[in-house]
């Protein structure tokens, strides 16, 4: 019996005071209402879990308006303590993506070697000297052998490499999984 008249109580404030809640709350939380109905809910949370619905009307609307403004000023706090902190340390997130990149980029060059290693010497002799900028001629002359030698073992390398890469691209799954907890 005593739940179900403080549940009707309950309902009667809410009913009262929701809507001049949302209003009041709105003032404080730069017109967001998404925030304002947050913040009223939880107001009303707390009425109900302090058990405060048996005071007499007047405790009741003190304690709806200054809750509801003291929830408000907290949120706006916290907002501003996130703003300092996004301006005051902007830089040690870019250093953070900087240096997620840089991994990568090395674990990417480090299996890269892994995988020119298993190359037969020829191959790796015209990978290396690929990768360093020079054309099928300019390889050919340097090794001292023909054009048509030079693409077959670029070919070979390259269908080489590719199956190495594609059985040790797990390797580079756990740094992708620490980025995409860090832009979570």
């Known amino acids: 019996m005593r739940i179900d ?3 009707e109580l309950f309902k009667q404030v809410f009913n009262s005071y929701y809507q001049a809640l949302i209003n009041f709350a709105l003032k404080f939380v730069n017109n967001d209402i998404e925030i304002a109905r947050d913040v009223v809910q939880d107001t009303f949370i707390e009425l109900w879990e302090n058990n405060i619905i048996q005071s007499d009307n007047l405790h009741i609307k003190a304690f709806l308006y200054t ?3 003291n929830k408000s000023l907290n949120i706006l706090k916290h907002r501003k303590v996130q703003q300092n902190y996004l301006s005051e340390y902007p830089n040690s997130i870019q250093s953070e993506r900087y240096y997620i990149d840089h991994l990568i980029q090395v674990e990417i060059v480090h299996l890269l070697k892994k995988a020119i290693d298993t190359l037969p010497e020829q191959s790796k002799k015209v990978i290396l000297l690929n990768l360093k900028g020079l054309k099928n001629k300019e390889i050919s002359e340097q090794i001292g052998i023909t054009i048509d030698t ?10 080489i ?3 190495y890469l594609k059985d ?3 390797i ?5 999984a620490y980025i995409f907890y860090l832009l979570a």
């Open 168 to 170: 040790k691209i797990w």
């Open 161 to 163: 490499l590719r199956k």
């Open 150 to 159: 030079v693409k077959y073992h670029k070919t070979r390398a390259y269908r």
């Open 5 to 7: 008249k403080n549940a």
């Open 172 to 176: 580079l799954l756990p740094i992708m």
């Open 67 to 69: 809750t509801t403004r």
